[in-house]
């Protein structure tokens, strides 16, 4: 049976404006000049450069009724909303963090030609039959940006036979694999893996005996080299300290990623654009945005005479009140739009300006153990922000630093206590492991428990299992790894 029922709920939901300045705020300079772009695109009412709109201060007060000439009453339409000359200067999104003389800097973007286009023009230059060029196009378009074809041949051979309808055998794309694209530059690039990409590389070179035995030990004993068990290379091939340490040296050199090492790579496009800089002057930290490729945004002068025009005309029809909707909604976009962007750049340099004086000792000196533990509540709380917002600011914005552009998430660290009580960063810690290990003696490694207990005598009581933590987030390897010759 049906019946009513009256419910009452409290529900909290963001406008559009707060989801499009919080989409604004996470996006990086490149993707924001791009979606300013797209908006000046989409938005009519937008218009970039220094043009300034007219103003008027008549008000709207014509009465609409149904017949063919039609008039507005004020409170539906008033004009001056969009043209008041209290509203031109929020039109403006430049930054105003730049001198006068500050010389204008345009980022280009670099350009070139991919790895794997890179390869495919390579096979150009060789003879073969239809079949072999169409087997050696398919193995370069399954390389990945590392150089590797990570897939097993018999997979290759279904794929072949059902995307490019070449029917072939393991043996014929072996064949093509290692006579054709093993030959490609740069050298090593289409091994299956990490021994056959270095044995492809040392064959490559001019035969000596050194080579030759570094050969015979990554075709014969891989594991055993990987593994550092040196003294069984030693036994197993009979040669002396000197040698090994020749051959260990002699794969050294090697590239292990020979794909990542093109120089036309189209990595070279997604270079870093830091959407911050902060420079030392006189001994104080100078921050600036950076917002010099963001044009100038403003409404749209033909806009505004249209609005004009309509206020003039003491009869309107339809649709002529049609139009002036259409405007309006274009007009209430614009000024969302442009203010979110405001609303940005002053979120964005709120943020950051509070972590450089938080961080101020670091930004100073640029030594990493001077970083203070600091988590996104602490800069929510200082600038009266969600925690969600400061998140958005730190895990997507670089910073230009005089030592290097920084992610400014890497600011951000956990607390521990030191042997005297005091909250130490987990980033200083991990930064004196760091140290430790580098000067560690690399015949004889330190193990983790020997780590622990030096941290122990230099005031930081940490466990070996956070020893091995904190290793294992710098990318270092365990003792038995970290041994040299």
Known sequence: MLKQSLQYKLLQKLSPQQIQLMKLIQLPTQAFEERLKQEIEENPALDTGKEESDSFDEDLSDEY????????????????????????????????????????????????????????????????????????????????????????????????AFTANVFTTEEKVISVLTKVVHTLDPVGVGARDLKECLIIQLKNKEKTKIRSLTINILEEAF???????????????????????????????????????????????????????????????????????????HISRE??????????????????????????????????????????????????????????????????????????????????MDVSTVSRVANSKYVSTPYGTKLIKVFFSESMKNDQGEDVSTKEIKKI???????ENKRKPLTDEKLSLILKEKGYPIARRTIAKYREQLDLPVARLRKEI
């Open 65 to 160: 009724d149904d017949t063919g000439n039609e008039k507005i009453e004020a409170e539906d339409i008033n004009i001056d909303e969009y043209l008041s000359d209290d509203e031109i200067p929020n039109y403006k999104t430049q930054a105003n963090n730049y001198s006068a003389d500050d010389e204008e800097k345009n980022v280009p973007y670099a350009a070139g030609t991919t790895f794997h286009q890179s390869l495919k023009n390579q096979l150009n230059t060789f003879r073969i039959d239809e079949e072999e060029r169409a087997i050696a196009e398919f193995l370069v378009g399954s390389i990945d940006d590392s150089g590797y074809i990570r897939r097993e041949i018999i997979d290759l051979v279904d794929d072949l």
């Open 223 to 297: 594991d055993h080299f990987v593994k550092k068990h040196f003294k069984k290379l030693q036994e197993k091939f009979n040669i002396s300290e000197n040698e090994l340490k020749e051959v260990n040296t002699e794969i050294s050199k090697l590239n292990p990623k020979p794909g990542s090492s093109y120089a036309g790579n189209n990595k070279i496009a997604e270079q870093i654009v830091p959407d911050f800089s902060i420079k030392i002057v006189d001994g104080v930290l100078d921050l600036t945005l950076n917002s010099r490729n963001a044009p100038e945004l």
């Open 303 to 384: 806009y505004n005479n249209m609005l004009k025009g309509y206020q003039e005309s003491t009869v309107k029809s339809k649709s002529q009140k049609d139009a002036v909707f259409f405007i309006k909604q274009k007009l209430d976009a614009a000024k969302w739009f442009i203010d979110a962007i405001r609303q940005r750049q002053q979120t964005l340099l709120i943020t950051m300006n509070t972590i450089m004086h938080y961080q101020l000792e670091y930004f100073l000196t640029g030594d990493e153990r001077k970083l203070k533990p600091m988590i996104l509540k602490d800069i929510a709380d200082q600038i009266n």
């Open 433 to 439: 492991l760091e140290t430790v290990i580098a000067e």
